[in-house]
């Protein structure tokens, strides 16, 4: 079973930015991250084929909408990064990386794929 262990958390100002990275200790097909914020239910944000880097955003992250985050794989290094722009109180959460079985695309669909390993998390908080 693959490991992930994220790193890169903290607290920032509205309007900052975080780079989230998750080492991942395999390669792994499909990719994503999600978060979770106190008594709110989870919500996926997107996920990435190492195939070829294609990502893959769910309506509320659509990075064509908004550009604010960013998903990106280094598969050399066995590393996915999550960059967050323009950070928003709501954004204030625990991150998590995880992994998913093909196709990678389903990490749009509504709920979210079937993860099947996700990492400890990684708190960002936002203050306004």
């Known amino acids: 079973q693959v490991q992930l262990v994220e790193s890169g958390g903290g607290s920032v100002q509205a309007g900052g930015s975080l780079r989230l990275s998750c080492a991942v200790s395999?390669?792994?097909?499909?990719l994503g991250w999600f978060r979770q914020a106190p008594g709110k239910e989870r919500e996926v944000i997107g996920g990435i084929y190492s195939g070829n880097g294609n990502t893959y955003f769910t309506d509320s992250f659509d990075d064509s909408v908004e550009g604010r985050f960013t998903i990106s794989l280094d598969n050399a290094r066995n590393t996915m990064s999550l960059e967050m722009n323009n950070l928003k109180p709501e954004d204030t959460a625990m991150y998590y990386c995880a992994a998913y079985q093909p196709p990678c695309t389903d990490v749009v669909r509504p709920g979210g794929p079937e993860f099947s390993s996700w990492g400890q998390g990684t708190q960002v908080t936002v203050s306004s």
């Open positions: 395999k390669y792994t097909t499909c």
